[in-house]
């Protein structure tokens, strides 16, 4: 519809204009607004034939916006003839509203079938060379769906092949496309394959043909590391298919160059595929916590920051509390966020462990001095203790028992009648109303989807922690404090 807009521009105003006090009100006002165009200006050179093409494509336009899907069809019939202009100008954008006129129509037409889209495909290809590459892509796309996978991938064959005078920059990055794309199609015959084996007793040959696939899609498929891009389909069919060979340092190096290639643009997803594959493999916790720390830095509202705080919570050393109370506000300082019991509970956990050292406090408010004027408006009002109570009470008792330590000098506006006590103004008896005085917390472990008891003592010389993982199995994320 867009290419038929830039044919006949936007529509004028009909209206009746003999409204006296409406034109009188306007003279005051002068629109800086430029002038729209007639529709369909009849030119005074123009021949017959252009005539006929400017009714004929204002018709098709007037009867798709109204949806008459086949009566557009009966005009575009006729309206083809215009791929029979001589005109050097208007030849190629006449082809291009051609083709994608035609193919939109075909889209709302209940009775079209895959042959009346190849006519239209076929004959738009060999219409001109401006647009074959992308008319083959969009061939290929239209034959997937309707789950002919061979003949699509036929089509991006012989687009791959295909040469037409010098190779220009444009000409050169639709070739690489149609080769990824190519590259996809032998991934999802190797998967058919893959799940036939499985299903029966396998032969040589067919072990053989799964293979030749693979090396067919893995030869265009290394080429994209080569080409600065986001390449997320891609990238993950590759690895599936490294993995399924258990070629494992190739797949890490791939997923690495992906993720962390400075010629590629920053892409979260490649950090998360990354840390996925880490995480299959019972990779060591340190490489799983780089891996989300850098996505901290482009994401930090991720749902796997919630993983990674929880990471960070079984270290013992304090500045990865430290950083788990970072990670976790930071959560918090975003709307989607705001009633997820899991974050609350680990925060509570954050403030506990802090509240053993020295300097707890002095870090929590350090953590806090850049949100106390907006924080409170986004956690902390009668109208959220109001909401929590009706939807989660034990995220009332969580929210309700960390407010006076986050947002502390304040008016205390998270409560009603049902509500938990506050935390109270001196130190020891925040480390009673957290629970301090007892040795241990339950918190939900969102990456193994269980509970995990974390232990802590105190020591003679200094407040410190000894935690180990108790997996209890049958708790449920409500109950995790």
Known sequence: MDALDEHLGP??????????????????????????????????????????????????????????????????????EI?????????????????????????????????????I??????????????????????????????????????????????????QLQRVKLIQAYRSLLDYMIWCDKKSMLSQNNSFESDIQGMHTCFRHASVNL?????????????????????????????ALKVLNDYAYDSGFPPNPNANVYMYQFLKRHSAPEKKLMKVLRNLRVLVPSHELMLEYSFLLLQSEKTSDTQKALGVLLEMLDFACWRSNLGVWTCLHAAVHRLLLQEEGEVIVHEQMALRKDWWPALHFTSFHAKKDLEENAKLLEVKASLEKILCPGRPLSYYINRSPKRLPDNRSSWRRHLGIHNTCLIIHNPGTNEDVLIKSRRTDTSSSWSHFGSRLVGLQGSKDL
């Open 222 to 250: 290394q080429e994209i590391l080569k080409n600065p891009g986001v390449w997320d389909p891609f990238i993950l069919s590759y690895v599936e298919m490294l993995e399924f060979y258990e070629d494992y340092e190739e």
């Open 121 to 170: 495909y076929e004959r738009m290809k060999h219409s001109g060379v401006k647009h074959y590459l992308m008319i083959c892509l969009e061939h290929s796309f239209h034959l997937m769906l309707h789950g002919q996978i061979e003949c699509a991938k036929q089509q991006l064959s012989i687009a791959e092949s295909w040469r037409h005078g010098k190779e220009s920059v444009s």
């Open 11 to 80: 529509p004028v105003d009909l209206g009746d204009e003999s409204d006296s006090s409406d034109n009188s009100s306007r003279k005051s006002y002068k629109s800086k607004l430029p002038l729209a165009r007639p529709l369909c200006v009849e030119r005074k050179t123009e021949s017959g034939f252009q005539k006929t093409y400017r009714i004929c494509l204002e018709l098709i336009r007037e009867a798709m916006l109204h949806h008459r899907w086949q009566e557009a069809a009966e005009y575009m019939a006729s309206f083809t």
């Open 83 to 119: 791929l029979e202009d001589r005109n050097k100008v208007r030849a190629q954008p006449n082809k291009e509203l051609v083709w994608r006129i035609s193919i939109e129509i075909l889209h709302h037409l209940s009775k079209s079938t895959v042959k009346d889209y190849n006519i």
